[in-house]
């Protein structure tokens, strides 16, 4: 299987490329569990809450990843290589954790280097923000500098990311290029 995440900053179009492109290839897509907890417990979180969010993450992420498992068929004639969108993990729960409050919990670092993937795609602040209720962050200047961040995060690890811009169909563009070219090594 191979596991392709979406990140970067809010509203940059992170679930809607993770969901078009699961269209494209036919498979699924592992939803940001941090929308759902927002919704359900509200804005007003705390560095635990991060935590919890971080964890709910990593189970939410498990449960796509047998489940896609299991969808496989079984004949070994089978050559299509299973795909899994992430939109998330925990480089995105490291940056806000040090963003908001300064620190990191050691969880989520451990998870950080624990947890491997396939491809990264970063999605760039070129898209107009979008004001959504859970959406902390709408000046240009603070959404550079957390893109920043993530790019310099992905500028120094081991697996290959793409920067993701553009329109929406641009963006799908790149990004099928680059699982494209994935699928093919």
Known sequence: MKKIVVIGPESTGKSTLCEKLANHYHTRWCPEYAREYLLEHGTDYTYDSLLTIAKGQVALEE???KETEQSLPSAPSSRQTPLLFIDTEMYVMQVWC?????????WILNQVEQRKYDLYLLCNVDLPWVKDELREYPDLERREKLYNIYKEIMIHQKTPWVDIYGN???RL???INAVDKLLIH
Not at 98 to 106: L, M
């Open 63 to 65: 449960k796509y990843i």
């Open 98 to 106: 040090k963003f908001v409050f300064g620190k990191v919990h050691s």
């Open 168 to 170: 929406y169909e641009e």
């Open 173 to 175: 563009q790149r990004a």
